[in-house]
């Protein structure tokens, strides 16, 4: 069992800065990838940025250039930094943890860009 406590979401105006965390506790030994993905409504969810615990990132096309993942091993965490926040930015954004037996989910915090 893995649980993520995710936090950082919000209501920002175009232009603007969030950050986004996940923090990992539990059967955690076996994690290997962390990311961040997104749904709008009426969309499917699709990958924003992962990166591999030993530093390997991958963004999605929309979003290179403005976030930025990063991944603190000590304290089982990913960090998504949101620059330049732009309205198709807003989205339900989750957390994923990759183990080698199974996949977690967090629950989910709400990102609205918006004048």
């Known amino acids: 069992q893995v649980q993520l406590v995710e936090s950082g979401g919000g209501s920002v105006q175009p232009g603007g800065s969030l950050r986004l965390s996940c923090a990992a506790s539990?059967?955690?030994?076996?994690?290997?990838?962390m990311g961040w993905y997104r749904q709008a409504p009426g969309k499917q969810r699709e990958l924003v940025a992962s990166?591999?615990?030993?530093?390997?990132?991958h963004y999605a096309d929309s979003v290179k250039g403005r976030f930025t993942i990063s991944i603190d091993n000590t304290k089982h965490t990913v960090l998504l930094q949101m620059n330049s926040l732009e309205p198709e930015d807003t989205a339900v954004y989750y957390c994923?943890?990759?183990?080698?037996?199974?996949?977690?989910w967090g629950q989910g915090t709400l990102v609205t860009v918006e004048e």
């Open positions: 994923k943890v990759d183990l080698t037996q199974f996949e977690a």
């Open positions: 990166m591999t615990t030993w530093g390997e990132p």
């Open positions: 539990g059967s955690i030994f076996s994690i290997y990838e």
